[in-house]
């Protein structure tokens, strides 16, 4: 493009081409800007439970996974889902996902968390002793029971559906009391009754279901409680389902239960969600007490929303970079190519910046000319009384506007014929007024 091209050209022309050429890069900048992520990073930490829970056993299973990828998980125990919850409240607590039991998140909380996946059924235990055979939870008024310590999932699970029962601390002996020590008070005669949450292989599930004179509850109200809260899910064990050579349990055990979850802030990098779910899918998809084969890990939200991710994945599976070369080197490459979407659009922009220049300046000459065509037809056509001092105002407008047209030499050629033009309109309209035919 000559400089003489683009100097011909008035503030409002350049203005006119400019904007719209900024407007354009700006935004595919911006666009860039807003999809490309920073990098994954490479150590997160993970909220789990005690140590005697399934939480840190499955902990460890996604730090042995993730470690195959170069991804450090670093652990925080904690006392359960109660726990885990207040520390991805908290934006300071350097938790980055947690393992938590579905039912106990708040509304707001859906604003700033979101569920990866669900991951696996977690049942309500209530073990007791006695004759009396317990079948609904508001005959335990008055009992003494061990309702799990502060911030377990067992816990913040237990207490609204005592309270629905009509069971609380006024009329009941709540004790701050869970897993092994709960089983050893339940075995001592300290308590009545105790509450566990978990699969049936979590060590103080396992350690209640084999211990003499300890009883399962079966809840007959299930599907009722499942009516009445939206994440609890009706559960059944059928007998033997434990221990065929023991026959555990012996008869048909109905349960309720919810969803254990893996649970990040709504900024987690979305990139380490595909290698949570592989990992998820590897831990828990086959079959289990519960589960069948394949239906975890899921995105059925319990209370918080599933993050966008996940649903793509479970929708779409891994990206295609992602299914076949190494997580890192996938995540390099897609990176890459959002750093080049501002090439991918600006450059053939910027290639067609001297066509569309040239354009301007030539349209600023060919304008009149449509114009002049109009008179001339007209003066070729026109019968009866002429307009001669119309036209002749039309053409003296036409030759001051092109006589302030300031163009470049190279468009010097194209000025100079219409100019030539305009004086060949003129001469038609004087022929015209003199009632001589036309020439040529």
Avoid: C
């Avoid at 700033?112 to 073990?127: D, H, K, Q, R, S």
């Avoid at 609380?168 to 009545?192: K, M, P, T, Y």
């Avoid at 978990?198 to 350690?207: C, L, S």
């Avoid at 109905?254 to 893996?262: D, E, N, V």
């Amino acid at each position: 493009m000559r400089f003489d091209t683009l100097a011909s050209l008035s503030r409002r022309d350049l203005w006119r081409i400019g904007l719209p050429v900024l407007a354009v890069t700006v935004a595919a900048f911006w666009v860039a800007a807003h999809l490309l992520q920073p990098a994954p990073p490479r150590h997160i930490v993970l909220a789990s439970g005690d140590e005697g829970g399934m939480y840190h056993s499955y902990a460890q299973r996604y730090r042995e996974v993730l470690a195959r990828d170069g991804v450090t998980v670093e652990e925080r125990m904690t006392n359960g889902s109660g726990d885990n919850l207040q520390l991805l409240r908290d934006p300071k607590s350097g938790v980055d996902l947690a393992l938590v039991q579905g039912g106990i998140a708040n509304e707001a909380d859906g604003r700033n968390l979101v569920a990866i996946a669900t991951l696996y059924y977690e049942p309500l235990w209530v073990f007791y002793r006695g004759a009396e055979t317990v079948t609904r939870l508001n005959q335990l008024a008055g009992k003494r029971i061990a309702v799990g310590v502060a911030g377990s999932g067992a816990r913040a699970f237990a207490l609204p559906l005592l309270a629905a029962n009509g069971v609380d601390a006024a009329g009941a002996d709540l004790r701050e009391q869970g897993g092994s020590d709960a089983i050893g008070a339940l075995r001592a005669g300290e308590v009545d009754a105790v509450f566990l949450m978990g699969p049936p292989q979590a060590p103080a599930v396992r350690t209640a279901l084999y211990e003499p004179g300890f009883r399962l509850m079966s809840f007959v109200r299930a599907e009722a409680y499942v009516r009445r809260f939206p994440y609890i899910t009706r559960l059944t064990l059928p007998p033997g389902a434990i221990d065929f050579a023991h026959n555990l349990p012996e008869q048909e055990v109905t349960l309720i239960g919810t969803t254990a979850m893996l649970v990040a802030r709504s900024d987690f990098h979305p990139a380490l969600m595909d290698l949570l779910l592989d990992a998820a899918d590897d831990i828990h998809g086959g079959q289990g007490y519960f589960e069948r084969a394949g239906e975890f890990p899921g995105i059925r939200r319990i209370d918080l929303p599933i993050a966008d991710e996940a649903d793509r994945y479970h929708r779409h599976g891994p990206t295609f970079l992602h299914r076949y070369l190494p997580f890192w080197v996938a995540g390099l490459i897609e990176r890459l190519v959002i750093l080049l979407i501002p090439l991918f659009v600006v450059g053939p922009l910027l290639n067609a910046l001297p066509q569309l220049i040239r354009w301007r300046a030539r349209s600023r000459i060919y304008r009149w000319y449509g114009e002049l065509a109009f008179i001339e037809r007209d003066v070729e056509t026109h019968a009866g009384t002429l307009p001669i001092d119309k036209w002749l105002r039309d053409i003296d407008r036409i030759e001051r506007s092109v006589e302030h047209i300031s163009t470049a030499p190279s468009f010097a050629s194209e000025l100079y014929t219409l100019r030539e033009h305009v004086a060949l309109v003129r001469r038609a309209v004087l022929r015209k007024a003199r009632g001589e035919a036309p020439s040529g």
